[in-house]
């Protein structure tokens, strides 16, 4: 369960205590009317989803063996120009529709249905805020999703089904612009290393001087500008981290840490707020968002261990595509994936 704390020393100026009963007091008070999130992977690891720095489990501690000049080049522009399959033989494990919004999810639609929720901010590219019911003008997601895909030189948009399919199927078929003189790679509109977050990112952040309370769920918070966000809210704004660990630099009087699994903590936090019945009704509703074959065999969410498996089955996965592509290095190429490899069609 939860570890409650303050961050600092100093006695609180507007929360009453440091647990989830003086959270949720503040909460129903009218003092709290503009709640803002920030969300990380750690969200969507209970849905199956690997985050990418947990030791062991994390997407870069298992990419670190594959010959990847460093895990991270797989959302890296540069290395996607040169080589485009291991990102879409990750976003084959990855691609929406195969996961189902977490509990910590469908507790941010009750944030919004009770009239609390500003805005939420994730870096998560899974689409799971939005799976959940919440509504889209709602959620910033700073580091793009898969959502949209569009061609990376000509930037014409690409018709979902179309890249839905080629990546899906048997052997991924690397999609490339339509347009005859263009033939560009596809690339979904998610964020890479190396290139900017969007518009709208940079246009709402000046709200968070509205913030009566932040909520932090999921991140290390290593990656800027997104983690730079918790210095933006007022002074007098208590910050709450739900986290497996501690991160960041909480240290104001009214910073709170609840250190554990977040559905775990949100569950504790709905029941002081009355809300747990609601919880379970929006979690219930969110079969509906999964694709109608993954419906069929919905179980209950696998255990969070399942993500070791998860994550050493996406690394098996991308170890076989990269030796494919090695092996097409040599020969003549044959296959349908060997034909983004050349040089000079990728430049
Ligand atoms: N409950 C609470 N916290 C969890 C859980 C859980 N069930 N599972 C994992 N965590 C915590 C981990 O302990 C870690 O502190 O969530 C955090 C996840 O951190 P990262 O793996 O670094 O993910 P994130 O912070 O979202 O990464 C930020 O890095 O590579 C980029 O673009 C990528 O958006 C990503 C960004």
Same mark, same amino acid.
């Given at each position: 369960? *939860?570890?409650?704390?303050?961050?600092?020393? #100093? =006695?609180?100026?507007? +929360? @009453?205590?440091?647990?989830?009963?003086?959270?949720? &007091?503040?909460?129903?008070?009218?003092?709290?009317?503009?709640?803002?999130?920030?969300?990380?992977?750690?969200?969507?690891?209970?849905?199956?989803?690997?985050?990418?720095?947990?030791?062991?489990?994390?997407?870069?501690?298992n990419l670190a063996r594959l010959n990847l000049p460093f895990p991270e080049a797989v959302f890296e522009i540069g290395f996607f120009k040169k080589n485009p399959i291991p990102f879409y033989t990750l976003?084959?494990?990855?691609?929406?529709?195969?996961?189902?919004?977490?509990?910590?999810?469908?507790?941010?639609?009750?944030?919004?249905?009770? *009239?609390?929720?500003?805005?939420?901010?994730? #870096? =998560?590219?899974?689409? +799971? @805020?939005?799976?959940?019911?919440?509504?889209?003008? &709602?959620?910033?997601?700073?580091?793009?999703?898969?959502?949209t895909q569009r061609c990376i030189d000509c930037k014409t948009p690409f018709d979902a089904d179309k890249i839905k399919k080629?990546?899906?199927?048997?052997?991924?078929?690397?999609?490339?612009?339509?347009?005859?003189?263009?033939?560009?790679?596809?690339?979904?509109?998610?964020?890479?290393?190396?290139?900017?977050?969007?518009?709208?990112?940079?246009?709402?952040?000046?709200?968070?001087?509205?913030?009566?309370?932040?909520?932090?769920?999921?991140?290390?918070?290593?990656?800027?500008?997104?983690? *730079?966000?918790?210095?933006?809210?007022?002074?007098?704004?208590?910050?709450? +981290?739900?986290?497996?660990?501690?991160?960041?630099?909480?240290?104001?009087?009214?910073?709170?840490?609840?250190?554990?699994?977040?559905?775990?903590?949100?569950?504790?936090?709905?029941?002081?707020?009355?809300?747990?019945?609601?919880?379970?009704?929006?979690?219930?509703?969110?079969?509906?968002?999964?694709?109608?074959?993954?419906?069929?065999?919905?179980?209950?969410?696998?255990?969070?261990?399942?993500?070791?498996?998860?994550?050493?089955?996406?690394?098996?996965?991308?170890?076989?595509?990269?030796?494919?592509?090695?092996?097409?290095?040599?020969?003549?190429?044959?296959?349908?994936?060997?034909?983004?490899?050349?040089?000079?069609?990728?430049?």
């Amino acid at each position: 369960m *939860s570890k409650p704390g303050y961050a600092a020393d #100093q =006695n609180p100026r507007i +929360l @009453e205590g440091n647990d989830l009963k003086a959270l949720a &007091k503040y909460m129903k008070s009218d003092s709290c009317q503009n709640v803002f999130l920030m969300l990380g992977a750690g969200v969507s690891t209970s849905a199956g989803i690997p985050d990418f720095r947990s030791p062991g489990t994390g997407l870069y501690a298992n990419l670190a063996r594959l010959n990847l000049p460093f895990p991270e080049a797989v959302f890296e522009i540069g290395f996607f120009k040169k080589n485009p399959i291991p990102f879409y033989t990750l976003a084959k494990e990855l691609y929406p529709g195969r996961f189902r919004p977490t509990h910590t999810h469908s507790f941010i639609t009750l944030l919004h249905s009770h *009239s609390l929720l500003h805005t939420c901010f994730t #870096q =998560n590219i899974d689409t +799971l @805020e939005r799976r959940a019911g919440v509504p889209a003008h &709602k959620i910033i997601e700073a580091h793009g999703s898969f959502a949209t895909q569009r061609c990376i030189d000509c930037k014409t948009p690409f018709d979902a089904d179309k890249i839905k399919k080629a990546v899906l199927s048997e052997e991924i078929e690397i999609p490339r612009c339509e347009r005859r003189r263009c033939k560009g790679l596809v690339k979904p509109d998610i964020v890479f290393f190396g290139e900017g977050l969007p518009d709208q990112f940079h246009k709402s952040i000046r709200n968070l001087r509205k913030a009566d309370l932040l909520i932090v769920l999921g991140t290390s918070l290593t990656v800027h500008p997104f983690a *730079s966000l918790v210095d933006l809210v007022p002074n007098d704004c208590p910050r709450v +981290l739900i986290n497996l660990d501690e991160v960041g630099d909480f240290n104001k009087p009214d910073d709170v840490l609840f250190l554990g699994k977040c559905d775990d903590i949100v569950r504790e936090l709905c029941k002081e707020l009355g809300w747990e019945e609601e919880l379970d009704a929006a979690w219930e509703k969110t079969k509906d968002s999964l694709d109608a074959d993954k419906q069929e065999r919905e179980l209950e969410p696998e255990p969070e261990e399942s993500t070791e498996d998860e994550v050493e089955k996406i690394t098996k996965n991308l170890e076989q595509a990269l030796k494919v592509n090695d092996k097409n290095d040599e020969k003549q190429p044959s296959s349908k994936v060997s034909d983004v490899v050349q040089p000079e069609l990728v430049e």
